[in-house]
T-cell receptor
């Protein structure tokens, strides 16, 4: 499974765009990139998943360069409620490599 | 279906006692995962099932831990002879997975175990 590296923490202010970058240098051909959000005392919640280029949903955007060795989660106009831990995961979840392996994630603190 | 359900939400037990947790996944999901999470750490993989078959178990998991998914629906995680180091949040997740399909995993609220 591809190992991921992301910043331990980030600070932001309400209304700003936040970009969290994840490195995954040994990503495999069949691997997808998935981001989860976790609030204290809750289970992680799926945010977005992508394979290449750009994916956008109502919550976030995911940018993946051509070499796929990194990805950037973009949260537009964050609010206080976006304060959470964000995890980047890489894997072929539909196939043989099926475990979701979490790192320590990025703690995003949004200030008023 | 309202999502992944875990029971109980909280459990306090004395060291040496056995505990069992239950997870009810989303009904059509064929994969079920168990994770353990301690403060400040990401969820740590314990085991997962494809339907009723337990396909992988973490090497970090001692023999005191056992999980079942007898009919490919709900699952139980039992910890025997609990130790204080077992205190953690135990998370269950389910997904619909198969060849060529990458779908999100849905997590339950977790069971917080405290061993005293």
């Amino acid at each position: 499974l591809a190992k991921t590296t992301q910043p331990i923490s980030m600070d932001s202010y309400e209304g700003q765009e936040v970009n969290i970058t994840c490195s995954h240098n040994n990503i495999a051909t069949n691997d997808y990139i998935t981001w989860y959000q976790q609030f204290p005392s809750q289970g992680p919640r799926f945010i977005i998943q992508g394979y290449k280029t750009k994916v956008t949903n109502e919550v976030a955007s995911l940018f993946i360069p051509a070499d796929r060795k990194s990805s950037t989660l973009s949260l537009p106009r964050v609010s206080l409620s976006d304060t959470a831990v964000y995890y980047c995961l890489v894997g072929d979840y539909g196939g043989a490599t099926n475990k979701l392996i979490f790192g320590t994630g990025t703690l995003l603190a949004v200030q008023p | 279906d309202t999502g992944v359900s875990q029971d109980p939400r909280h459990k306090i037990t004395k060291r040496g006692q056995n505990v069992t947790f239950r997870c009810d996944p989303i009904s059509e999901h064929n994969r079920l995962y168990w994770y353990r999470q301690t403060l400040g750490q990401g969820p740590e993989f314990l085991t997962y099932f494809q339907n009723e078959a337990q396909l992988e178990k973490s090497r970090l998991l001692s023999d005191r831990f056992s999980a079942e998914r007898p009919k490919g629906s709900f699952s139980t995680l039992e910890i025997q002879r609990t130790e204080q180091g077992d205190s953690a949040m135990y998370l269950c997740a389910s997904s619909l997975a198969g060849a060529g399909r990458n779908t999100e995993a849905f997590f339950g609220q977790g069971t917080r175990l405290t061993v005293v």
